[in-house]
Nanobody, 119 residues
């Protein structure tokens, strides 16, 4: 599976942004979602969504971020609202066959897109 992410850039605190990620190639990614890694910090699972639209979020983004997917387009979206400087990171789109694989950080990874929230 090849993953290409779109979005990212620079946003002011309190603002909103949407990331998208399109999957291509050998497809049947039951779970898609996003990880992020800020400078000097460990990689963090942000959100995931199954093909059946079950979702899971990190506590740090719950109630601010919304993940969704279009199974026909093999695309996953991350709507980010009420952004904070601590959301600044490289965001990686990830696809995996199972939720266990996804949460272990296994599966296919996109290149990552940089996202900065200014205070």
């Amino acid at each position: 599976v090849q993953l290409q992410a779109f979005g990212g850039g620079l946003v002011q605190a309190g603002g909103s942004l949407r990331l998208s990620c399109a999957a291509s190639g050998d497809l049947f990614s039951n779970v898609m979602g996003w990880y992020r890694q800020a400078p000097g910090k460990q990689r963090e699972l942000v959100a995931d969504i199954t093909r059946g639209y079950q979702t899971d979020y990190a506590d740090s983004v719950k109630d601010r971020f919304t993940i969704s997917r279009d199974n026909d387009k093999n695309t996953v979206y991350l709507q980010m609202n009420s952004l904070k400087p601590e959301d600044t990171a490289v965001y990686y789109c990830v696809a995996a066959l199972t939720l266990g694989q996804f949460m272990a950080g296994k599966g296919s990874w996109g290149q990552g897109t940089q996202f900065t929230v200014s205070s």
